[in-house]
């Protein structure tokens, strides 16, 4: 898997060096569609208490200034496999409380909800059975890490075909709606009514 995500760091340091702090420098279009993610990934997540959160491919920490300028209380924790997407977040939120980034699954606590946007779109040149092969794995990480639910979302393989570019990965949301049902909870959500090219899913663990 490092091997195979070796590129896919490449092509994200490369784009946040370019752009900076900005969606364009994660790979999206504009401001008001990650703010339509965050609100579709964070349905997992109570605002009536404190909770930790682990951002799955962080980027810049752009949900984490999102939290903290909604009604979110969290302790947070951002992961990248870009290692220059992590320095622009240590130096945004330098000195910030209840906040960390690290490049290193290793150093990520189980948290009360884990979430990750935008991790499995990019393939580049990568087949599209080893990226899945790939998708499965990272979904066990976050169910691992996620005490009480966890969401990711993915481009739609119902986007339109003249549309669709061969180095992203299309993915085929009932698939991953009976695969989340099948392998971590009954308790499953599939959101694809948000005007985006993709879909997001929600998993709550059963207690």
Known sequence: MKALLKDVAQYYSEKVSRY???????D???ERGQIIRFEQLLRICSREAWFTLNDFGCGYGALLAYIRSSDYRATYCGLDISETMIL????IYDGAEHASFVTDIALMSRADYTVASG??????DTSSADWAAYIFE???DLDALSAKAFAFNMLTSYSDAD??????????PCFFFDYCKKHFSREVCLLHDYGLYEFTIGVRKQT
């Open 20 to 26: 900076g702090a900005t969606p364009e420098g994660v």
């Open 138 to 140: 990272t979904l066990g």
């Open 163 to 172: 549309k669709m570019r061969p180095d992203l990965y299309y993915g085929d």
């Open 28 to 30: 999206w279009n504009s």
């Open 88 to 91: 622009q977040a240590q130096r």
């Open 119 to 124: 991790i499995f779109n990019v393939k580049l």
